[in-house]
T-cell receptor
C-alpha cells in the first residue's frame, strides 16, 4: 500500500518539552512538507524539503526544526521555543515541488 | 499574507444543487490546485490546473482559471451530502530566484443538506 503516514495521531506535551512528529512516505516522492492548521483556518507552511539533505523554512518556521536524512522520512520537532504549539499538524509529499500533494492523516498536538 | 483566498467562507446548499467556490491570488503562479478536507482529516487533492490552461474537468468537478484576474473557480455539479467538507485552493508561486512555495487559502466550508 503506497501512502504517507503520520504518528502519533494524538500527542500531549507539557510546556517546556520538545516533541517530534513522525512523517513517512513510500511514494518515492522527492518533496515533503509540514503544515500547521489552527481551528477553522487554512494551512500554514512550516518547512519544506525539495530533496534529501535539503530543507527550507516556510512562513512560520520559528520554534520548529526538521531533518531530511532519508527520502522517505521528514520528522518535525516542535521545540519549547514555539510559544503556541497546540494545533493540527499535517505532513505532505509530492513528486516534485510543483506537483499535487498527498497528505497524511495529521497529528493533533495539545500542550498541557 | 496568504496568496490564495477562497470565497465564500461558508456555503450551504441542498443536495442536487451546484456549488461554486472562488479563489483569488496575488502573484504569478505555475499552477493552482484544489483540495478537499473532511473534518479532522488530511487533505485530498482534487484537481490541478496549469497557468496556461483555462478550464479543466474531472467527474462532477469543473475548474476555471483566469490569470488576468488572478482568480479560479471550482464548480461541483449535482452536489451530494458526501461533498460536505472544506475546500482549499493552493497556488504554486513562480519566483525569479526559484524560491517557490505552496500557498493555501483559508478555505470554503461547504455544507450539502440531504
Amino acid at each position: 500500500d503506497g501512502g504517507i503516514t503520520q504518528s502519533p495521531k494524538y500527542l500531549f506535551r507539557k510546556e517546556g518539552q520538545n516533541v517530534t512528529l513522525s512523517c513517512e512516505q513510500n511514494l518515492n516522492h522527492d518533496a515533503m512538507y509540514w503544515y500547521r492548521q489552527d481551528p477553522g483556518q487554512g494551512l500554514r507552511l512550516i518547512y519544506y524539503s525539495q530533496i534529501v539533505n535539503d530543507f527550507q523554512k516556510g512562513d512560520i518556521a520559528e520554534g520548529y526544526s526538521v531533518s531530511r536524512e532519508k527520502k522517505e522520512s521528514f520528522p518535525l520537532t516542535v521545540t519549547s521555543a514555539q510559544k503556541n504549539p497546540t494545533a493540527f499538524y499535517l505532513c505532505a509529499s509530492s513528486m516534485t515541488l510543483y506537483n499535487e500533494q498527498f497528505f497524511g492523516p495529521g497529528t493533533r498536538l495539545t500542550v498541557l | 499574507s496568504q496568496q490564495g483566498e477562497e470565497d465564500p467562507q461558508a456555503l450551504s446548499i441542498q443536495e442536487g444543487e451546484n456549488a461554486t467556490m472562488n479563489c483569488s491570488y496575488k502573484t504569478s503562479i505555475n499552477n493552482l490546485q484544489w483540495y478537499r478536507q473532511n473534518s479532522g482529516r488530511g487533505l485530498v487533492h482534487l484537481i490541478l490546473i496549469r497557468s496556461n490552461e483555462r478550464e479543466k474537468h474531472s467527474g462532477r468537478l469543473r475548474v476555471t482559471l483566469d490569470t488576468s484576474k488572478k482568480s479560479s473557480s471550482l464548480l461541483i455539479t449535482a452536489s451530494r451530502a458526501a461533498d460536505t467538507a472544506s475546500y482549499f485552493c493552493a497556488t504554486v508561486s513562480v519566483s525569479r530566484y526559484n524560491f517557490n512555495k505552496f500557498y493555501f487559502g483559508s478555505g470554503t466550508k461547504l455544507n450539502v443538506k440531504p
